[in-house]
């Protein structure tokens, strides 16, 4: 099957193709075979993209799906509260049924907002039943999905056995795949970081870890010298490490992931956006969390862009829409995958609004992104060519039931936890 997106404006994220004012995109089953002013494809099916952006859909490299049921809870709160709140008081309650359904409606939510490629950063793995209802929360979901499993999450346990059972049900090349979430260097020791990357590297599973302390423990000079730094680590946050463990990074040919809401309004810190530039890397981006942040990358590219501005003046919002697309598929190891429109990739693929009165007129496309974008453009969304969004509606998807369920378990886990919603909960750290 041919499929031919005819008459956009294309930003292809390829430096070989750059943007064309008006072009064409000819997909064959789920496969992106050109991309050029005109396509004379008599054959395909045709998707009208006049008045419409055409480009890759974003990739978010870090969040945690699990806690979509409690969106908004926590605007207000510190790192501290967060933790206390989300990992001391609800998470004890979810069971396996609200692990799915935040699963699925936050895979949702991201693919309804352009997300086709996204990291679920899974730490509620309470019991192997928990972890099994996390994939297929995902595989429930249309896009890609890559299930980031932070095994012994709050345990220095061993979890050989549990990662192994999990990876022999996520091989080969399908929407969902895993990685190893690592608890590194601040939740446990350098033997526990080494055993895992082991782990890891036997089951070719690339890793992620949080370093959230800022740079006083100096967490990335102490895996470099212990030779624990890998190409196929993302570094979650890294807010305040030194210049020289940025560069310890670049050298490594690891990647970072940035969640500039997050990290700014809980006080973890300033992005590090300018600082890992300057280092020679290409950041990523994320939403992070639902309960502090909006689960959307325009406004993640939004506050990076804004937060380095304000800081120094030197950030463009060409680079921001690389770290939202292309450099995020190089984190996630996914590059000659997604992450641009070039042929030989899957068609991962979004249209974007260019006539909505909140755009219009669409001057730099790709400067008007950053700036002004907004969820409510994604007008339609390929996951490797198959439609998933159409018209601004999700397509094939039962959400009055599935957002009924979402609430019946965010009520119940509420009631047992014995919390408000209405952002008034202000959790002390030691309740934690
Ligand atoms: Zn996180």
Redesign the pocket.
């Known amino acids: 099957m041919r499929t031919l997106i005819t008459g956009g404006n294309v930003i292809s994220m390829d430096p070989g193709i750059g943007d064309l004012d008006r072009g064409d995109l000819l997909l064959e089953n789920d496969v992106i075979v050109d991309v050029a002013e005109h396509i004379d494809a008599p054959d395909a099916v045709v998707i009208d993209a006049s008045d419409r952006v055409v480009m890759p859909g974003f990739v978010d490299t ?1 969040r ?1 799906t699990w806690q979509t049921a409690f969106r908004g809870v926590g605007v207000d709160w510190t790192f501290t509260e967060y933790l206390a709140a989300v990992h001391g008081t609800l998470k004890p309650h979810y069971q396996p049924e609200d692990v799915y359904l935040g699963n699925l409606l936050g895979r949702l939510e991201a693919l309804h907002s352009g997300v086709t490629t996204m990291l679920d ?1 899974f730490h509620c793995g309470r019991t192997p039943e928990h972890v099994d209802a996390a994939v297929q929360g995902l595989r429930d979901a249309p896009g890609r999905s890559i299930l980031c499993y932070g095994a012994g999450w709050g345990t220095t346990a061993s979890v050989d056995d549990e990662v192994r059972r999990v990876r022999s049900e996520l091989t080969g090349n399908g929407p969902v795949t895993m990685a190893l979430g690592l608890r590194g260097p601040e939740l446990t020791d350098m033997d526990t970081v080494a055993a895992e990357l082991t782990l890891a590297g036997d089951l070719g599973l690339r890793t992620s870890v ?1 370093i959230e302390t800022g740079g006083r423990n100096r967490p990335i000079a102490d895996l470099h010298e212990h030779r624990l730094l890998s190409s196929t680590t993302t570094f ?1 946050h890294a807010n305040g490490v030194g210049d020289d463990e940025l560069h310890m990074l670049a050298d490594a040919g690891s990647s970072v992931s940035i ?1 500039p809401d997050v990290e700014l309004k809980m006080g973890i810190g300033w992005p590090m956006t300018g600082r890992v530039l300057a280092a020679g890397l290409r950041p990523s981006l994320s939403t ?2 639902a309960p502090s942040a909006g689960g959307d990358m325009f406004a993640s590219m939004r506050s990076a862009h804004v937060a380095q501005r304000g800081l120094d003046g030197t950030l463009n919002a060409r680079d921001v829409l690389e770290f939202a697309t292309i450099d995020g598929a190089a984190a996630c190891g996914l590059v000659d995958r997604t992450g641009s429109l070039t042929p030989g990739k899957d068609a991962d693929v979004i249209l974007l609004s260019a006539d909505d009165p909140t755009v219009f007129p669409f001057n730099n496309p790709a400067g008007t992104i950053v700036a002004a974008g907004h969820p409510g453009l994604v007008d339609t969304v390929l996951v490797a060519g198959r439609v998933v969004k159409h018209g601004g509606r999700l397509l094939d998807i039962e959400l009055p039931t599935l957002r009924n369920r979402l609430v019946e378990s965010r009520d119940r886990i509420a009631a047992a936890a014995g919390i408000p919603l209405d952002g008034t909960w202000h959790p002390s750290s030691d309740s934690h």
Do not use: I, K, R
């Open positions: 870090h945690h950063w949080h979650v969640s992070d969390d």
